[in-house]
């Protein structure tokens, strides 16, 4: 199922919404719920953050078996910015120590099984799984 979201946000509660319908509809495993929308906010935020000016609304399509969920984002008109390239993460130091940035992209590596990128004619589409084996 996708829906398209306005690039702010205020979406992200009817983001929630829209996953836990599908979520309901698939009878997907708790277990699986939590990480799929912490993934799916820290990505839809960060696309909201880092491209403010662009009034594209973001395509959200959830694939959801109770067992796996498919979750893939697309966003139109953007600047390449590939999340799966890992980048330098200072997980060790004091949390007032660290640089901004880059954690939640590290988190959602760490919690979902599987994390694509594809961009192209200035679309950027991210695509992640998670299971529960």
Do not use: W
């Not at 698939?26 to 929308?37: G, T």
């Not at 694939?63 to 993460?89: L, M, N, P």
């Not at 099984?113 to 799984?129: A, K, P, V």
């Amino acid at each position: 199922m996708q829906k398209e979201f306005v690039r702010n946000y205020d979406s992200l509660k009817k983001i929630y919404q829209f996953t836990e319908d599908v979520f309901n509809a698939n009878d997907v495993a708790e277990s699986i719920r939590y990480p799929v929308h912490f993934a799916l906010e820290e990505l839809f935020t960060n696309m909201v953050k880092y491209n403010p000016g662009n009034m594209n609304c973001i395509l959200v399509d959830v694939d959801g078996a109770s067992d796996q969920v498919t979750v893939t984002i697309t966003d139109y008109d953007v600047d390449a910015f590939d999340v799966t390239k890992k980048r330098a993460v200072d997980t060790q130091s004091p949390v007032s120590d660290r640089p901004v940035g880059g954690l939640g992209l590290h988190l959602i590596r760490h919690m979902v099984d599987t994390l694509d990128y594809h961009y192209g004619d200035r679309q950027s589409r991210i695509t992640f799984t998670k299971g529960t084996g």
